[in-house]
């Protein structure tokens, strides 16, 4: 790395327009959805507040799981479009449950609208994403799911589940560029985006990627593209492509279960259970007893990628990434080999 020369990033060759179609076929194979896929130059939160701002408006009545800061941020963009939003919130830094969700929407048979987030990196959670969308599914409901550190990680089919609308991001998982996301919509979800007084003109239509770009041929993205991001991305894809969706999700899930044993190995336990558990990030509770803020200081002088939890209950949290490339059993090993020297200490 120390031999990098950031100026081989500059003046890149603009990449091809013919290929950007290529690019979201690619990803709708990744997601499982028959559906378009439209390509937003922007880090996935965008991509989400796009979908916030594209389908709420005052009449649509929208049920949104929170287990995480996104489910609270997506519910406050839907809100600001006008939409009349339920939320329905997990324990703090823990899963909903699917019989939760079923009560839910038992109380307001009149949502249209079900939003989840499958994989929390936050907490290191997973929601039973197959049962919430089974559920919404037979209630004949518009589903969003927030696939953005799933992807890869654990099994997405979105036609199959019923997932209308999918929001995913190479930049977890698939190891691959943060500035470019994807929006996988169904054709029954268009019909409540592209109606007479949608959102025009901005970064957060979802229409103008259709009419701009999907109706008019797929070819150059609209605006001004990024030719780097779009060449990260299709190098991303051919790593991807080259090892296999399945052995990807495959490597994260040993991973999580390397990262568990090793934990519990020290007498700690994971926050999460093994059916409740991410395969990006596993996360643990620090003992009382234990100043975290020494613990985390001295095992991130072994490895930046030791972090503190995101969100309420999440606070007392450590968690070990071992997302993308990181999902290797070397990775998780001598992350417990630091843990385990740190605690010593």
């Known amino acids: 790395m120390s031999d990098f020369d950031p100026a081989a990033l500059l003046d890149p060759p603009a990449f091809p327009a013919d290929r950007v179609a290529g690019l979201a076929d690619r990803f709708a194979r990744l997601i499982g959805t028959s559906g378009d896929v439209l390509l937003i130059q922007a880090e996935a939160v965008v991509a989400l507040e796009a979908v916030a701002a594209s389908l709420g408006r005052p009449g649509v009545k929208a049920i949104n799981i929170v287990t995480s800061p996104y489910g609270i941020w997506f519910g406050r963009w839907l809100r600001r479009a006008g939409a009349n939003v339920i939320e329905i919130r997990a324990e703090a830094a823990r899963p909903i449950s699917a019989r939760a969700v079923a009560a839910a929407l038992d109380a307001h048979p009149d949502a249209r609208l079900l939003a989840v987030v499958h994989a929390e990196s936050a907490s290191g959670i997973c929601n039973p994403l197959e049962a919430i969308l089974r559920l919404a599914r037979e209630r004949d409901m518009l589903t969003v799911v927030d696939a953005v550190a799933s992807l890869g990680g654990h099994p997405l089919a979105a036609d199959a589940m019923g997932a209308d609308i999918v929001v995913a991001g190479p930049q977890k998982a698939l190891a691959g560029p943060a500035g470019i996301s994807a929006v996988a919509v169904s054709q029954r ?51 991807v492509e080259a090892e296999g969706i399945d052995a990807i999700i495959d490597r994260h899930s040993e991973a999580a279960t390397a990262a568990r044993d090793g934990l519990e190995a020290l007498g700690l336990t994971p926050w999460a259970s093994q059916e409740e558990g991410s395969h990006l990030v596993t996360t643990f509770a620090v003992p009382a007893d234990i100043d975290i803020v020494q613990l985390l200081e001295r095992l991130r002088a072994s490895d930046p990628e030791f972090s503190l939890g995101v969100g309420a209950g999440a606070d007392r949290l450590i968690r070990l990434n071992h997302t993308g490339r990181r999902a290797d059993p070397a990775v998780v090993h001598a992350m417990i080999s630091a843990l385990t020297a740190a605690l010593r200490r």
């Open 189 to 239: 979800a268009w019909i409540e985006i592209d109606w007479p007084d949608a959102p025009v003109t901005s970064t957060l239509s979802l229409v103008d990627q259709k009419r701009l770009w999907l109706d008019a041929g797929r070819g150059a993205l609209p605006g001004t593209p990024s030719p780097l991001e779009l060449w990260a991305l299709a190098a991303a894809l051919d790593r």
